[in-house]
């Protein structure tokens, strides 16, 4: 016999749809963002993630993170190189893990997405007090970090 959920079990089950609702609804942002400058959001991810520092395609998944495989991380930077957005340099560290760095072109396009995405940014913002969107982050992250926990821990663990 299934056992029943707690309260907060049940409280935690419903904001599951919303929160997917929430996913597609930023990427649907992102899509709308990146579009006049040929770019996708991941693109823009994974050339955002080299805005500091050259990166390898491994720590560029573990930093950009939401389940992208090293391998989709691969794909999108070469589609980066192609594009010229990107290049790959010599890795001093690894001689076969090359560092994945914006070129001037794959930068402007960042840095001219940025004003649209501060726009975008403000506007939703706005709808919320500083406050309740702080707390709201505190508390995204507490659900995730928990599940995470969950997961490491868990018998059923995939892959």
Request: avoid cysteine; charge should be negative; aromatic fraction near 6%.
């Amino acid at each position: 016999m299934a056992r029943s959920r707690t309260p907060e079990g049940d409280a935690l089950t419903e904001l599951v749809l919303p929160a997917f609702e929430l996913n597609g609804e930023f990427l649907a942002a992102a899509e709308m963002i990146t579009a006049p400058h040929q770019l996708t959001p991941a693109l823009w991810q994974v050339l955002g993630a080299t805005m500091t520092e050259p990166l390898p395609v491994a720590e560029i998944a573990r930093r950009v993170g939401l389940g992208l495989a090293r391998q989709s991380v691969q794909r999108v930077a070469d589609v980066l190189v192609a594009q010229d957005w990107a290049v790959w340099h010599d890795n001093p560290h690894h001689k076969r893990a090359k560092l994945l760095a914006p070129t001037e072109t794959g930068r402007e396009a960042v840095r001219a997405m940025a004003a649209e995405q501060h726009a975008w940014a403000d506007a939703v913002g706005a709808e919320l007090t500083l406050d309740e969107l702080r707390i709201l982050g505190t508390l995204i992250r507490r659900v995730i970090d928990a599940s995470r926990v969950y997961r490491a821990q868990s018998p059923f663990v995939v892959g």
